[in-house]
């Protein structure tokens, strides 16, 4: 978290979750007008404090020009601009793609003003990024001219808050007001409220977002998540019904989609894997040996419940397999007599590179198996996934307002050779 005053910024950062990382006494430490604060795994460079956000950039002769970055998505001239700010001379401290930008803001903010400085930078970089951009005067909210990445804007006691998601509002009081359009730049300020179109808006929301990754309390597109999953969930059943006596959902990613695969097929409800509410999303953790585990530590299933019985267990997707591998197994040694896997998406077949953690083929099982292939690894009697028109027409939006690249590897923003690298670009290119 970085907190500003009208003299200075101050940064506390760590690895870990946000109650493992921030107590009472650091929060009084604190003390400022205004903040922005970062909790996001990584997606370009590795897990490390370096890497945790907010970066501070420091002008000790000029503390004015000092400050802080959060960055939601991936830049995808990463390469081409570290090239570009070494010839220059600029020295990186991380391996992050925030910090290219954050220098290239550094450099211009010497030779103009902030404002300036800021929107030369936006037009350096390129790929899927939300931006909040600190400084003792000011809070900056940029939303790249894709609207890859959600970002919120709401208000508050006569103030205004920014978010990734909507849901993050009612919890400090506050009420949405509307997204930040694609292109646009905020800037808040004791004089209120500015804004200015930096680039020409394109509507290509990820649909990660969509069925997975926001929290089915946000709103998107105007629209509330868990209303569009349980939809998802309603076209699921109808294009891929199955006999079964009871339906289970993945907790928490499967449960929208759950209720609507039960509600269109009449079959009971049951949540028969009880999840321990203190091991976080498994698919994120850097490593596969953590993955293993933390589904082992997450998950316990009801064997009274699901003894003798045929489940058809839903869940939002399949990424690397291994999550849906064990609880399969984990619902045969629980004496299912019948497991069939439903997924709320169409299978995940290509690398993002826009700020989800699966950017190399080696890391999707769908990239190269068919669904029956698929369906042997994970041990499943039955795989079906949705269609992307089915996932699509769930949304109620057109198909032409999202990023579908993951299925279709069409991209609204042309990557560089370089990017198939993976999130380790960067220490590639040191090394």
């Known amino acids: 978290m970085a907190v500003a005053t009208d003299r200075h910024l101050v940064l506390y950062k760590d690895m870990g979750l946000v109650q493992q990382v921030f107590n009472e006494d650091i929060l009084t430490m604190l003390r400022g007008d205004s903040a922005i604060g970062h909790n996001r795994y990584s997606t370009t460079g590795g897990s490390t404090r370096a890497n945790a956000q907010p970066l501070l950039f420091e002008d000790p002769d000029r503390p004015a020009r000092s400050f802080a970055i959060s960055h939601n998505g991936n830049l995808v001239n990463t390469w081409e601009l570290l090239g570009e700010l070494s010839h220059l001379g600029s020295e990186t401290a991380t391996t992050c793609d925030t ?7 550094q450099r211009e903010s010497r030779r103009q003003p902030f404002d300036e400085a800021l929107l030369s930078a936006l037009n350096r970089v390129r790929g899927a990024f939300c931006f909040l951009v600190l400084t003792t005067s000011a809070l900056y909210a940029v939303r790249d001219p894709d609207g890859i990445r959600p970002l919120a804007l709401g208000s508050v006691d006569g103030g205004y808050v920014v978010a990734s998601e909507s849901a993050a509002f009612p919890i400090v009081g506050a009420k949405y007001l509307r997204e930040v359009e694609p292109g646009e730049l905020l800037r808040i ?3 209120g409220l500015h804004s200015v179109q930096f680039a020409p808006g394109h509507v290509h929301t990820c649909m990660f977002e969509f069925f997975y990754f926001s929290r089915p309390d946000t709103l998107l597109r105007g629209k509330e998540v868990y209303t569009m999953r349980v939809e998802m969930g309603r076209r699921l059943a109808r294009e891929s019904g199955v006999p079964a006596d009871i339906i289970v959902p993945v907790p928490d990613s499967g449960v929208s989609a759950a209720i609507g695969y039960s509600a269109e097929t009449g079959i009971p409800y049951h949540e028969a894997l009880v999840k321990n509410r203190y091991v976080g999303r498994t ?3 850097p490593l596969q040996a953590q993955r293993e585990l933390g589904v082992r530590m997450k998950l316990n299933p009801l064997r009274e419940v699901i003894a003798g ?6 869940d939002d997707s399949i990424v690397r397999g291994n999550t849906s591998r064990q609880m399969v197994k984990m619902l045969r040694v629980a004496g299912a007599s019948e497991v069939h896997m439903r997924l709320s998406s169409p299978p995940i077949k ?3 590179y826009y700020g989800i953690d699966f950017g190399t083929y080696e890391e999707l099982i769908a990239a190269d198996s068919t669904v029956e292939e698929v369906r042997r690894a994970i041990g499943a009697d039955t795989l079906q996934y949705l269609s992307l028109a089915g996932v699509v027409e769930a949304t109620g939006l057109p198909s032409s307002e999202f990023c579908l690249a993951c299925f279709n590897n069409e991209r609204p923003i042309p990557i560089c050779e370089q990017m198939k690298l993976g999130k380790f670009i960067l220490e590639e290119r040191r090394r």
């Open 99 to 105: 910090e290219m930008f954050g220098l290239l803001v």
């Open 189 to 191: 300020d004791a004089e």
């Open 283 to 285: 698919f994120i953790e």
């Open 309 to 314: 019985r045929r489940v058809v267990l839903v």
């Open 350 to 352: 290509y690398p993002c």
